[in-house]
């Protein structure tokens, strides 16, 4: 079945640092990509999303590009913010007709001044 | 709108007991999605509707778990005879249908069971 592999955890960065949290996935059809981020005390929330090969999603400085020939869709950032910190999750949704989401396991990032 | 809204957000109950969760989605959303997450782990999918039907049940959802939405509004997710290994957080998702569209999270409901 579709899985979802993302790299040991914690991670800690000072501000402005690069960063990169590897994700990789299993998958028997084309799937559609996603990273999720949950901030202290909310829900989660989608930070960016790919649909096809070669897609790059961005938002708020943050960008992952989807890579069929590695499977892969790491999620990168040139300079984090303490306001960074937060739960993320990388997932997948199968092309079939529910748009299920398979999720990694999370990986926490903790941003310091 | 207010986003997906769940009911109670934490809820402790003694083993043996049952208990029920309810979500309201996103208003114009018709499907709908329930998830559990234990500690350390991404969220695994539960069941989802369209509409008011259930079109598909994962293994994870044992006999003791049953989940409705009756009239394709809100959905609520009831599991009997808790036990110990159903401590986890409830999520519960909103979305339309549509491929490749944005699935919305409440902030789910924590679950002890003691």
């Known amino acids: 079945g579709d899985s979802v592999t993302q790299m040991e955890g914690p991670v800690t960065l000072s501000e402005e640092a690069f960063l990169t949290i590897n994700c990789t996935y299993t998958?028997?059809?084309?799937?559609?990509l996603f990273w999720y981020v949950q901030y202290p005390g909310e829900g989660l929330q989608l930070l960016l999303k790919?649909?096809?090969?070669?897609d790059k999603g961005s938002n708020k400085g943050f960008e992952a590009t989807y890579r069929k020939e590695t499977t892969s869709f790491h999620l990168e950032k040139g300079s984090v913010q303490v306001s960074d910190s937060a739960v993320y999750f990388c997932?997948?949704?199968?092309?079939?007709?529910?748009?299920?989401?398979?999720f990694g396991k999370g990986i926490t990032l903790s941003v310091r001044p | 709108d207010t986003g997906v809204s769940q009911d109670p957000r934490h809820k402790i109950t003694k083993r043996g007991q049952n208990v029920t969760f309810r979500c309201d989605p996103i208003?114009?959303?018709?499907?709908l999605y329930w998830y559990r997450q234990t500690l350390g782990q991404g969220p695994e999918f539960l069941t989802y509707?369209?509409?008011?039907?259930?079109?598909?049940k994962s293994r994870l959802l044992s006999d003791r778990f049953s989940a409705e939405r009756p009239k394709g509004s809100f959905s609520t997710l009831e599991i009997q005879r808790t036990e110990q290994g159903d401590s986890a957080m409830y999520l519960c998702?909103?979305?339309?249908?549509?491929?490749?569209?944005?699935?919305?999270f409440g902030q789910g409901t924590r679950l002890t069971v003691v």
């Open positions: 998702a909103s979305s339309r249908v549509s491929q490749n569209t944005e699935a919305f």
């Open positions: 998958a028997t059809g084309y799937p559609s």
């Open positions: 790919a649909t096809k090969a070669d």
């Open positions: 997932a997948l949704s199968d092309t079939g007709a529910n748009s299920k989401l398979t």
């Open positions: 208003s114009e959303h018709n499907r």
């Open positions: 509707f369209q509409n008011e039907a259930q079109l598909e």
